[in-house]
C-alpha cells in the first residue's frame, strides 16, 4: 500500500503536483442516503409539485457544492467541471431519499471528491428543511460508485 | 406532525422569518465517521507527529466548513458562531475515524446545520488525503447528537 | 441635497460608521423583471410542475445572494439577514417574469442592497435558463420599492 | 424554437454537460444604465478626480463579480476568464450612468452570464454608493449586446 | 506568558469560545508598506486622477479583505464590521506606499486580524498592479499599531 | 520602463487580456517572516507534536489562500493552480518564522501572486493563533524568490 500523497516526507501537508498528469476526460459517480420518519418522507413526497421546491432546493445545493469544493476541502486542485448532475429519489421501503451525483471534467485531476461533497451538501440541505419536524434524520453511506479517466483508470465500488 | 417551515403556502422555498424569535444561548452537537480498511486507519494513526497534518487538516477543514454553513445550505441563517471544535478519535475495532463537533452562539437560530456541516465536510476532507490508497471508505452515521436553546428546547438522540 | 456618504473628504472610498447606530428591524421591498419573448414565457410556464424547476433555481439563486451582498458590493457592512423571500410572477400580458423581493434584519444598516442583489440575480438566472432559447432578453425597473426603519425612517417609491 | 436546456427530460436543473465542446476563444458584450436625478449624476461627476472613487468601486466590483459568476449562478460552469473590462459613461442627457462590459475566456463556454453579471453588480454597486441621497435610482436595460465564438456563432442585438 | 489559546489541551486547534464575553465596541488599527524602486512610485502617484484607480483599487481590496478575514484565517470568529477604512500615503523619501487601516465594531472578539488583513490585501494588490515593472518589490512592517475595548484594554505599539 | 498594465489609457483599471499568451508551465517562489518575542517562538516549536497544530494551520491557510487569490486581488486572473506549497522554519536567532511557498501551473499567466498570497496569509494566520500572547509580533520580507516560465522569462531576487 503507497504512502499518504498529501502529506509530504515530513508528514506536512501540501496540494500534490498533478502539473504533469494527462488532460483526460475524468468522471466520478458518487451517491448518499438520509433516513427518515416515514411522515417525513411523506411530507416531501405528497402534493405533487407544491412540495417540488424541496427536492429542487437539495439538487441545487448540490450543484453548486460540487463546483466550491476545491475551497471546502482544502487540498483539492481548483478544477473547472464541465457536468454536474445530482439525483434525489424517495425510496418509501428504506424511507430515505437517495442521492446520485455525476460530475465530469477534462483535466488533469480526478472529480471523486467533487461528487462526494455535491451528495454530502444535497443531504445537508434536506436535513435543514425537514429539521423542524424530523431531527433524527442520518445521512448515510456517502461513499464513491464510479471513477473514469486518468492514470488510475476505471474503479467501481465491490458488490 | 407540523408543516415544511421551509416552503411557503405555495410550496416555494423561502428563507423563514426569524426576527422575532429570542436571542438565547445555542450550542448543538452532531457526529459522523468515515470507515475505512484497516491499513488505511493505520497509516493515519501510526508515526506519531509525522502523520499529525491528517487529522489537523481534516480539524481545520470542519471549523471553516461551520462558518460557510450559510453559503452552503441555501435557506440556512448567516450566523455568528462564538465557539466550534471538531473533535476526531481513530477507533480500531470500527475501523474509523469518529468525528465530533460542537458549535455555540448566541442569536436567533440553532446551529444544528453548522455542527452537521462541520462533521461532514472533516469527514470528507478525511476521503480526500487517503483515497489514494483506499477508495472504498464509507462516511456514514451523519447525525444531530443534541441541541440546546431556543424555542424548541433541549433535544438529544435515543439510545 | 448631502454629499456622497461612502467617500470621506479626499474622495476616497472608505465603509461607513455605523458602530453608533441603533439597532432596529429594518426591511426592504425590491422588483425586477425580465422581458422575454412570449415563446419563451410560455416555455417556463407550461408543462405544470416539470418546468417548475426554472422558477425555483431563480429563487434559490435570489435568496443565497442576498446572503453574499457584503462580499459583492465593496462598501456594503456584513449583516445577518433573518428573512428574505423572492417571488416570481408570470406576467403574459407584459411577456415577462416579474421579481418581488423582501428582505428584513434587526441590524445597525438597511438591507435594500440585499433586496435589489436578490432581486438582480434572480433575473440572471432567469436569463442563464432560457439563454439557449432566447437571447434578446432585457432585464429591467430593478429598483427600490419600499424601506422601513432606521434614521431615515419609511420610504415608498413614488406612484 | 429547442428546449430549456438546463432541464432534464423530468423537469429536474442540470449543469450541462460541455465536455464535448471544442475550446474556441469566446467573447461577450453587455450593457446597464442605471437612471438616477440629474443632481446625483451631477454630484458623481463634478469635483474631477476628487469624485473619482464613485466609479472606480463601481468598476472593480464589476470585475469581481465576472469572476464570481458561477458562485452566484447555480447551473453556470466555472470557467476562466481571460480579460474582462468594465466601463461607465455619465450620459447627462439621459440622467443616467451607462455601463458596457467586455469579457473574454477561451475555452467550452460562453461568457453572456459573466459580462451580465459584471454589469448588474457594477450598477448595483452605484446605486450603495449614491443611495443616501437618491433612493429613486432605476437600473435598466440589463441586457446582452454581441457574443462571439462557440458553436452557436455570432449574435447580436437588433436595432 | 499564558498558553496559545487557539489550541486545547492535547494541541489540537479550536475555534476559542467568545460566547460569554462582553459585546463592546472594539476598534484596531494596523500598519503596512511596500517599498519600490523609485521609478515605480513615480508612476502611481504621477499623472494626477489619470493614476487614480491603482489607488482606488488597493483601497477597496483592502476593505473587502477585512469583510472576508473569517473566511481567510481559519480560527477567526466571523463577525460584522461596522467601519473600515484603508490609507494609502506615498512616502518619497522612503519609496514606498505606507497602508494604515482601522477596523471598528460592537462584539465579542477583537478586529486585530480584520485591521491587519486588510493592510495585507491592500499591499498585495499594489504589488499585483506594478509586477509587470518591477518585481523586486518588498511588503514590510506589516502590524497591529493599536487596540481598544475588549477585555484586554488599550494596548498600543512601542516606541 | 513600460506603463502600468493594469490601466487602460484613460487611467482605468481593467483585468489585462491574456487570451493571446501561451499556455506554459509557470511557476513562482515567495517568502516572508513572522519575527516574534523568544518566548512567543519557544511556545509554538516546545511540546513536540502537542503543538504541531500551529504550524499545520498556518500552513493549510496559506494553501487555501492561494487557491482564493482571483478573489481576493481583484485585477488576478482566476487559474487553476496544479500545486500549492507552504513551508514553514523557525529561525531561534532571529526570533521569527520563515515561510517559503511555491505555486506551479500550466497556464497563461504567472502564479507570483498566488504564492505571496499564500505567504502572506500563513503569516496572518501565525500571528491570529499568538496574539492573545504577543501582539507586537511583526510581518516583513513579503517578497517575491523567483519566477519561471511566460514570455517575461525567468526571474530572481538579486543578492
Do not use: F, N
Amino acid at each position: 500500500m503507497s504512502k499518504l500523497t498529501h502529506l509530504d516526507e515530513q508528514g506536512h501537508a501540501h496540494m500534490v503536483d498533478v502539473s504533469e498528469k494527462a488532460v483526460t476526460t475524468r468522471e466520478a459517480r458518487a451517491y448518499a442516503e438520509i433516513l427518515m420518519l416515514p411522515e417525513t418522507l411523506e411530507m416531501i413526497v405528497s402534493g405533487g409539485h407544491k412540495k417540488g421546491d424541496v427536492l429542487a432546493v437539495a439538487r441545487i445545493a448540490g450543484i453548486q457544492a460540487a463546483k466550491r469544493t476545491s475551497d471546502l476541502i482544502p487540498l483539492c486542485h481548483p478544477l473547472m467541471l464541465t457536468k454536474v448532475s445530482v439525483e434525489l429519489v424517495p425510496d418509501v421501503e428504506k424511507s430515505a431519499i437517495c442521492i446520485s451525483t455525476l460530475c465530469r471534467l477534462s483535466g488533469q485531476t480526478g472529480v471523486e471528491m467533487e461528487a462526494l461533497t455535491a451528495a454530502s451538501v444535497a443531504a445537508l440541505t434536506l436535513y435543514d428543511m425537514c429539521k423542524a419536524v424530523d431531527k433524527g434524520m442520518v445521512i448515510s453511506e456517502v461513499k464513491l460508485i464510479e471513477k473514469k479517466g486518468g492514470k488510475s483508470g476505471h474503479w467501481k465500488i465491490e458488490g
